[in-house]
Every structure is written in structure tokens, then in C-alpha cells.
């Protein structure tokens, strides 16, 4: 059985003259980091929307076709079961924030208020995520005035500290400086380890060529490519389709247009070097 | 590393080294509205000046007497003397002082628009000591303590966060438009002029804000049907406050009875 299964799935937003997602058809197996790329306006966040529930529910408007979550139609999902199962980081870190919280660790504590956790669990609980996210020098601060970057890492890891089996993460690190980035990939990546299942709309493609497991390409509503990393990579068409493709896989690109291909096709730098050490090994030896 | 104290403090029932501002929020509510309740018992100006005196001692024994007077006075300083102009004006009366026009001030009037005046001093001392003693949270928690729903509580726990934020807002546009060359100094009628442009943005954003902002909630959980728990929480209001607070409802209500019997 599927994770999370779409079947002939089509959404079009309350009067809006075009579908926002078109009959879309796929299936998420548990435990794997899926990417979700494509150009502005393609319907990323609404598919990120659609998995949480918020469709139609809270916005409204046309959904055809099925929605499958652990098996069971997602309009059957109490939004509260639905809430500790999915986790939501959404595009905007500004309004992620409550509001309401006079501390940065009141603000991670408050799903876990909600949940009914007890206190000294919500605080272990929140110390880890803290400590995760590297943001022990915030806990104390006023969660209402913080900066982009960090709102980003409180909104974060308020979710993380809810433990759900599911994460839908749209583009975390918008606001974030490169360390920052590479922190919040490092976490990420460290919640897949833990076998949750994740899906991630990211825009900087180098970081999706690491991490990612599978990647889905969404242009206008429809899901043009799907499929393993390395292979949806390996295709330089997708650069018509308005897709940035990792330089490495270009260069993997040029290599076999030359004549000269990898061993394997490669898309990032490690995979390159490995690549080319290999090759420079071999000249060495003949 | 993690300050052990700071963590510590929620292992704790919330306190500080005041004693009024350790009462139980709803017990503090309680004595401020006693007493302004007064007021509408005696209408004497001198007892509304009085009872404004004792919140402002209030304040002093919180520890909060800067954080409260000047709020106080710009709120009082421009809502009393409003009311007073008002009535002290039109106000018909027996003892003429002056008539011009609509204008027709009587001693009948001034001593109306002082009572009315003195009155507001009051309803603003409430108000701010409120807002200097009691933290909103604090508030939401003895509300639900006693039954109030979640969802309830959350809702004054968010207005209360939109008045700050729509405040904090306006200073933001307010700035750019000065910086855009539209004056947002002078007279009143300079700043009503320059408030009214500042209105549209301030509350499309509030709007859609609160849009994402219920969806923010919802991804923490906020429907779940578990009771919720409560990281921060107050101790349990001690007897003897309880006593206090309903010793100073009788001292209060008896002197009421005076008033009116007298
Ligand atoms: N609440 C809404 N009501 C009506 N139309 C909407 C709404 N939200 C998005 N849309 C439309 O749906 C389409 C998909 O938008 P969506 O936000 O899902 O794109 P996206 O891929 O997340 O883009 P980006 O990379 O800019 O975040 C767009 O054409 C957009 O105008
Ligand atoms: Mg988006």
C-alpha cells in the first residue's frame, strides 16, 4: 500500500478559469525524501496544500479524483488526526508564527500544548528541537520579533518538535542565508534518516540533486516528470520546461557529448569527483 | 548551551517578588473593577478622583507605576477632557455662564462634564492597569482554568495580539509615507488626513493575514481533540487571596450601600 496516493486528481480554485492541478496521478512510498521543483505559479504550494487538507476544505473550490493519506480518502481525515500526522512548514515564515507566545520555546511548545503532551515531555521535546536547529541563543526572545531567517528556524522547528510520520515542507530556506540553508538541508535530511517521509518544494536545485530520492517536475498544474533523481536530471530538456538542472548534471551532459560519459550519470559534485578520479585512474594505468 | 534557569522557570508556577502581581489575574480583574465600580454609586467627582489616586497607587505597589502613567495620562489626558468639553458645552442648564450660538455653557453643564470626565480618568485607569499587571497569557490561563474553552480563549489571545500589531503596523506605514513626503505631523486634522491612506493596507493585510495565519494554527494542532496542557502555568489562587479578594467585594459593596443610602 501507498503512503500518499493521488489517483485522477484535478483541483481548480474557487472562480478561478483554470485548473490549478490537472489530473494528477502518483504514489509516495514511506521513508523516501521526494523533490518538488517547478516555475512559479506551477501549483507546487497547492499540491503541498491538497496533501495537508487545506483543499478543498479551507479554500473551497473543485476537487475531482481521490486523495489517499495511509489509505484512507482525505476528506474521511479528522483535521486534528490529520495535524499530528502531517506536519506543514509553509512558504511564509511570517505568518507562521502564533502571535500569541511571549518566548521562542513557548512558540515550539504550543503544538505540543495543543496535542495534550505533558509539560516535562514538551519540554524535553523542545529542547532537542532547539538544540537540532541550533537555535538555543533564541529560546528566550519574543518569537514576534525576529527576523525572516529566524522565524523560519522557530516556524521549523514547532513543527519538527510535533513528531509527525509526514512532513510537507514548502521552500524552507527562503529567507535563509547559506549557512542557514545548509543547516536546515542538514536537519532535513536528518528527519529522513529517522524514516519520516518528506516532501519538499525546493527552488535551489542543488541542494534537490543531494538529497532528494525522487523529484516531481510541476508546470501549469500538470506533473510533467516524475522519477529518480539522477534520471530526472539526466534529461536536459527539462531546461525548456523552465526547470533549472544542477551544473553538474550539465557538465555529466557535455561529458557524453563528447563522447566521453561518466560511468554513471552524475549530479552532484561528489558524485563528479568521484567521476573523475576514477577517470584520471584509469589514463594513469593504461 | 540552554540557560537551566530559564528552562527551570517552566517547571514552576509563574511568579514574581510582587505580591499584587502574583493575584490571580481574574482576582486582579475583579478588585479594579470593584473599585471603578464605585464611581457609579457616589457621582461625586472628588470620589472618581480618588479611586483614580488608588489605581495609581495600585500601580506603585505593582512596581509598574512607569510603564503605567504614561499610558494613563495620553489615554486619560485626551478621553476626560473630551467628554468634558462635551458636556460642558451643551449641556442645558438653569445657571447661564456664557451663550454663543449652539454654544451654551451653564454651571449645570462644567459640573456634568467634570463628573463625566473624572469618570473616564477611572474607566482608563482600569483599562491600563489591566494591560501593566496582567499578561495576556496569564489572563487565558485562568480563563481556561475555570472552564472557558480553548478556542475561546485564543480568540482574546489574538485580538489583543492584532490591537499590538496593528499598532506596531501603522507606525510602519505611517514612516514610509513620511518618507514619501506625506505629513503625518500637526494638528489634528493633518493626522486624520494622513491616517485615512494608511487604513486600506493596514487592514487588506490584517485580512490576509488571518487567512494564513488559521492555517498556521491548524498545522500546530489547534483542533485536536486531546484537552491541551499548558507549558506556563500559575499556582493555585492561595486561600488567604481568595479571602482578601472577597473581604475587599464586601468593604466595596458596603461602601456602595453607603453611597446610596446617604
Ligand atoms: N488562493 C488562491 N486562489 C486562487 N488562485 C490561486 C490561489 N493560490 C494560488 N492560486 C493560483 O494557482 C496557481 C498555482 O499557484 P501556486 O501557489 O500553487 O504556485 P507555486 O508553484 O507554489 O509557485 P511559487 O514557486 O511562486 O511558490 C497560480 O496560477 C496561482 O495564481
Ligand atoms: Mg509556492
Known amino acids: ?286 | 548551551m540552554m540557560d537551566e534557569t530559564f528552562i527551570n522557570s517552566y517547571r514552576s508556577p509563574q511568579l514574581s517578588k510582587n505580591w499584587l502581581l502574583n493575584l490571580n489575574p481574574l482576582n486582579k480583574i475583579n478588585i479594579y473593577i470593584a473599585l471603578g465600580l464605585i464611581t457609579l454609586f457616589f457621582q461625586h467627582w472628588q470620589v472618581n478622583v480618588v479611586i483614580t489616586l488608588v489605581f495609581i497607587l495600585l500601580a506603585v505597589a505593582a512596581g509598574c507605576f512607569k510603564s503605567f502613567i504614561g499610558p494613563f495620562l495620553k489615554l486619560g489626558l485626551v478621553i476626560g477632557p473630551f467628554f468634558f468639553i462635551v458636556r460642558a458645552i451643551f449641556w442645558p442648564g438653569e445657571n447661564m455662564i456664557f451663550n454663543y450660538g449652539i454654544i451654551n455653557i451653564t454651571q449645570e453643564g462644567i459640573d456634568l462634564g467634570i463628573q463625566y470626565a473624572t469618570i473616564m480618568l477611572v474607566v482608563c485607569g482600569i483599562l491600563v492597569l489591566c494591560t501593566v499587571t496582567i499578561k495576556a497569557e496569564d489572563l487565558t490561563y485562568s480563563l481556561e482554568k475555570i472552564g472557558v474553552p480553548h478556542n475561546v480563549s485564543f480568540m482574546i489571545l489574538s485580538s489583543l495580539q492584532l490591537i499590538i500589531d496593528l499598532k506596531d503596523k501603522t507606525k510602519v506605514i505611517m514612516d514610509s509615507q513620511r518618507s514619501r513626503g506625506i505629513e503625518t505631523e500637526g494638528n489634528v486634522f493633518v493626522r486624520i488626513k494622513a491616517f485615512v491612506p494608511v487604513l486600506s493596507p493596514l487592514f487588506l493585510g490584517a485580512i490576509s493575514g488571518a487567512e494564513e495565519k488559521t492555517i498556521a494554527m491548524d498545522a500546530r494542532a489547534f483542533s485536536s481533540a486531546n484537552p491541551n496542557t499548558h507549558l506556563r502555568f500559575l499556582r493555585p489562587t492561595p486561600a488567604l487571596e481568595k479571602i482578601l479578594v472577597i473581604l475587599v467585594d464586601i468593604l466595596i459593596l458596603g461602601l456602595i450601600i453607603l453611597g446610596v443610602v446617604l
Not at chain 1, 487545506?54 to 484512507?72: A, H, Q, R
Not at chain 1, 538555543?136 to 510535533?162: D, T
Not at chain 1, 528527519?191 to 510541476?218: C, F, M, P, R, S
Not at chain 1, 544542477?246 to 566521453?260: F, H, T
Request: glycine share 8%; hydrophobic share 40%; with cysteine.
Open chain 1, 1 to 286: 500500500m501507498s503512503y500518499i496516493e493521488l489517483k485522477n486528481v484535478s483541483y481548480r480554485y474557487p472562480l478561478a478559469e483554470a485548473d490549478a492541478l490537472k489530473n494528477i496521478n502518483y504514489a509516495f512510498e514511506e521513508g523516501k525524501l521526494y523533490g518538488i521543483i517547478g516555475e512559479n505559479g506551477g501549483g507546487k504550494t497547492t499540491f503541498c496544500d491538497l496533501i495537508k487538507g487545506l483543499i478543498p476544505s479551507f479554500y473551497g473550490g473543485d476537487l475531482t479524483g481521490e486523495v489517499f493519506i495511509k489509505g484512507k480518502e482525505i476528506r474521511e481525515w479528522e483535521s486534528s488526526a490529520l495535524a499530528s500526522t502531517i506536519g506543514y512548514i509553509f512558504q511564509n515564515p511570517f505568518t507562521q508564527i502564533s502571535g500569541i507566545k511571549e518566548t521562542v520555546f513557548e512558540e515550539i511548545a504550543l503544538g505540543l500544548e495543543n496535542l495534550g503532551v505533558e509539560r516535562e515531555e514538551i519540554i524535553d521535546r523542545v529542547i532537542n528541537v532547539v538544540k537540532q536547529l541550533k537555535i538555543e541563543h533564541l529560546v528566550k526572545n519574543n518569537p514576534n520579533k525576529l527576523s525572516g531567517g529566524q522565524r523560519q528556524r522557530v516556524a521549523f522547528a514547532s513543527i519538527i518538535a510535533m513528531e509527525t510520520d509526514i512532513l510537507v515542507i514548502d521552500e524552507p530556506t527562503s529567507q535563509l542565508d547559506p549557512k542557514g540553508t545548509s543547516d536546515i538541508f542538514e536537519i532535513i535530511h536528518l528527519l529522513k534518516e529517522q524514516g519520516k517521509t518528506i516532501l519538499l518544494v525546493e527552488h535551489k536545485i542543488d541542494l534537490i540533486a543531494e538529497y532528494a530520492d525522487e523529484v516531481l517536475v510541476i508546470k501549469q498544474g500538470e506533473l510533467i516528470t516524475n522519477g529518480k533523481t539522477s534520471d530526472v536530471f539526466s534529461d536536459v530538456n527539462l531546461l525548456n520546461e523552465g526547470v533549472n538542472i544542477p551544473q553538474i548534471a550539465l557538465l555529466s551532459n557535455d561529458m557524453k557529448e563528447q563522447g566521453k560519459p561518466f560511468d554513471t550519470f552524475a549530479i552532484t559534485r561528489s558524485q563528479a569527483r568521484e567521476q573523475i578520479l576514477k577517470k584520471g585512474s584509469e589514463k594513469i594505468c593504461h
